[in-house]
């Protein structure tokens, strides 16, 4: 018997494009990875819908843009009734699991209005954004919050404390014993306290492979998808040995950044340059002690899938599972004097993404690059249709990847690409007297220019062309008017056709347009007489051979 199709759904938290040898990054040893975008397609522009985690995450969980979602921040619900990739995948029989990180809040106050308990079987469906969480880590687990599973297993290492994930997993310790917590970034050059077999990413690739095995042993041999969501590279940045020495100062790229952007900068980027983390993220000191170890955290990573490719390999998994590795955002390490992510510039909203479709259809693209632009929303649709099943459009506003990872591209594929970011809850809104309702940017790209509208203030403007490190904003530059005008043609278009039929699929509204009837509770009405009665009934007959 043909076994299931799966698909295993990798996903880092902040891991930048550039970061990876197959991406270009000189340095940086990521050889697993750069042999995964070897077996399939890497997409070199592809686009989250938010830059910051919370919002991204959910518009990958549901393929729709955060407009049409809802959750524009970090802990705010994903509304009870917003559609999932699991809703999706549960009518076509697909189990839709996590192992790792959502950054999912649950709408605790849309259950209690409709009377579905937190720990019903739908209750946990919907808290859990539609995954059925095998093992859930968020990841930042500060003194005082709700405990992970992973403190259990530390302690039973022998790795106790009152917070074993900060104490030892996120600290290091310095000569005299003294704990360094990870929190801070000055201590980003210790080791971790724990050995690497015991920290966050190889403790998660157990978890996946322990899913995957009782999957495969269970008799009714149902197809899975696995969301495997890895904590790091995110901050705290501290790494275990041998990942916290393994790269030094020199095998940095230098800051991209220049003066030019702090001399009158738009006034939202100057907010922003000027947030706590970008001060620090800005300082010299403070990059040369993180990177390394945001570069260690990778490699890390990249080992990682070499003992899960082995795994997969051995189960005769390769053949019959769909793999995507990507990222929820970037990480500006202090480029464009920022820390963090939140805006826009490539550091930031470009994500690596590789995807490896084992169909034979897909042969004739191995290891080749896409420039076909792409946004995170395109992998729930993916996914559906991989299955076999049919893509609800009217719900999903992403595509298909299939056709390129095939070795066609659609004529009407996009000819741009749209995020969005909503600063409501951050002090930069008071920075800039904003309303909360006006703290809204978006970003259209199409390419070659990268328009970012900022309600209530001028727009931003670059051209990866001629300025691809993104240093010089045209937004007031009167010599760009067509352009701006021809991008803020395309948002105002977006903005007024979201996929909002969410209850009734094109198909029935076509059919009834179709017909060119007028029905009320199954009866004809607005008939003049029979003899139009009777000419109706005749074009129905007729529509009805046809």
């Not at 686009?47 to 919370?54: A, H, L």
């Not at 106050?109 to 469906?125: D, F, Q, R, T």
């Not at 095995?213 to 901050?235: F, N, Q, T, V």
Request: hydrophobic fraction near 35%; glycine fraction near 8%; proline fraction near 7%.
């Amino acid at each position: 018997m043909a076994r299931a199709k799966n698909v295993l759904w990798i996903m880092c938290d902040q891991l930048r494009y550039d970061y990876l040898g197959c991406t270009g990054h000189p340095t940086l040893k990521t050889p697993n990875i750069d042999a995964m975008a070897r077996r399939g397609v890497l997409f070199t522009k592809a686009y989250v819908q938010s830059p910051i985690c919370g919002p991204s995450r959910m518009s990958f969980y549901t393929g729709r843009y955060m407009r049409s979602h809802g959750s524009h921040w970090n802990g705010w619900p994903l509304r009870v009734g917003e559609p999932t990739l699991g809703d999706h995948l549960n009518k076509i029989g697909v189990r839709n699991v996590l192992v790792g990180k959502t950054h999912m809040a649950p709408d605790i106050e849309g259950m209690k209005a409709l009377g579905i308990p937190p720990e019903s079987v739908i209750g946990v469906h919907v808290a859990e954004c539609g995954f059925e969480p095998y093992e859930r880590d968020d990841g930042l687990h500060p003194t005082g919050r709700p405990r992970p599973k992973y403190d259990e297993y530390l302690r039973k290492q022998g790795f106790d404390a009152p917070n074993p994930w900060e104490h030892w997993a996120n600290s290091g310790a310095a000569e005299d014993g003294s704990l360094q917590n990870g929190w801070l970034l000055v201590h980003a050059d210790k080791a971790a306290r724990v050995p690497d077999e015991h920290s966050e990413t190889p403790y998660m690739t157990r978890r996946a492979m322990d899913f995957i095995s009782e999957a495969e042993a269970e008799a009714d041999g149902r197809p899975w998808c696995l969301h495997l969501s890895y904590i790091k590279p995110h901050w705290p940045y501290i790494a275990p040995e041998p990942y916290a020495s393994m790269y030094s100062t020199d095998d940095m790229i230098p800051a991209i950044r220049s003066m030019r952007e702090r001399q009158n900068p738009h006034p939202v980027f100057g907010a922003y340059m000027d947030m706590r983390y970008s001060r620090n993220m800005a300082r010299d000191d403070a990059r040369e002690k993180v990177i390394p170890t945001y570069m260690g955290l990778i490699t890390q990573i990249d080992d990682q899938m070499g003992v899960l490719m082995k795994f997969l390999e051995a189960r005769g998994l390769l053949d019959t599972t769909m793999i995507v590795f990507t990222s929820d955002h970037g990480d500006y390490l202090g480029d464009h004097w920022m820390g963090e992510k939140d805006l826009f510039h490539e550091q930031s909203a470009k994500i690596p993404l590789i995807v490896i479709d084992p169909s034979q259809e897909a042969d004739a693209t191995r290891g080749t690059r896409s420039d076909a632009l792409v946004e995170g929303i395109d992998l729930a649709p993916t996914f559906v249709d991989y299955f076999g099943g049919k893509v609800p459009g009217h719900i999903l506003e992403g595509r298909s990847l299939l056709p390129l990872l095939r070795g066609s591209t659609p004529p009407d594929w996009r000819k741009v690409a749209f995020s969005e970011y909503d600063y409501s809850m951050q002090d930069v809104r008071l920075k800039l007297n904003q309303p909360i309702e006006r703290c809204r940017l978006f970003m259209v790209f199409d390419g070659r220019w990268k328009y970012i509208h900022a309600s209530g203030f001028r727009p931003m403007l670059y051209d990866l062309e001629t300025d691809p490190e993104e240093y010089v904003d045209r937004g007031d530059d009167p010599d760009c008017a067509d352009i701006i005008a021809r991008l803020q043609a395309e948002l105002f278009d977006w903005a007024l056709h979201p996929s909002g039929h969410i209850t009734t699929p094109r198909e029935k509204i076509a059919a009834y347009a179709d017909n060119q009837l007028q029905v009320k509770n199954g009866v004809l009405i607005g008939i003049w007489d029979e003899k139009e009665l009777t000419a109706i009934k005749d074009g129905i007959a007729q529509r009805a051979k046809i």
